[in-house]
């Protein structure tokens, strides 16, 4: 692999189809000039300024992380990259962190609007208590594999995912699992009931008005399997439906491919959303718990 300067770039520890990119501390001290001159909110109501810092972050890599990146994400063999700062320090606070996620990810793609935020991102925070109505920030319930996106009408070809900030914490591990690792992939993929058109909703914290209707599989060019799934959003029509997802959500689970790996404090983890999956251990119980997470979601640029 070609070496980038201010990058270094390994095989992930725990899979060698995952990269792992960290960022010299000279790419960071260079970038707190160029990211100090927008603030969030005018990320926020200008999507330009977003392409903006994209090229700053680009520029101090030759522009060859913009290429790296998106050529590990449309590449089915690997699809997932983990990137952070090699140090964290205060500088690299959680206003910085969100501004390198956003950059990273205009390096990929447009952004989907995301209706729980009503912005191009999320921040979400997992705590000892909680009242929501989805397993997204319920600290001491497994979160199942699944995928981004599968209750809106957007195309969600990826998905980032940033720690901004976590305290307390035990447990809580990130849980990944690639298609062609699957034990099941090929007998459920080729399932005719995975392949109907299934109804999803979501709950009322996603702020969606609609439900929109999609199989579980589909097929790429090669044909080889796509996957849209999430547990708690189908709404099976009937028995057929229901078991195939009862099938689909125990052989998930099941599976001894997964790839369980910890996530560090200021790192984001980038997938393509149709061959990878992801999910997240129970926390072990602790009152003081805290978590922050950032996450956007967004499809490829089309040239």
Known sequence: ??????????????????????????I??????????FDLTALELKPFTRFTIAKSLDDLTNNKLSKLVNSVLRDRSTGCFIIGPKNISSKTND????????AIAHLIGIPNYDSMAGKYYARFHVKHEDASDSYLRKAYRNMDL???GTYVKEVTDWLVMTKLEEQNVQGGETAMLHLDDWEHCDDLSNDPVGQQDFIWGSPKSKNIDYKVEHPVF??????????SYIDQF??????EQGNFLQKLSDALEESKNKIITKLPVGHSVIANNYFWLHGRKPFKENKELSRELLRIRGSFFVN
């Open 95 to 102: 206003k910085f962190l969100v501004k390198l996620s956003t």
């Open 1 to 26: 692999m070609e070496k980038i300067e201010g990058i270094d770039v390994q095989n992930h520890k725990d899979s060698s189809r995952i990269l792992n990119i960290q960022l010299d501390d000279d």
């Open 218 to 227: 589909s097929f790429d060019k090669e044909g080889r399997p796509k996957i």
């Open 234 to 239: 189908p709404e099976p029509k009937n028995m």
């Open 28 to 37: 960071i001290k260079k970038l707190i000039f160029p990211f100090n001159k």
């Open 146 to 148: 699944h995928t981004d």
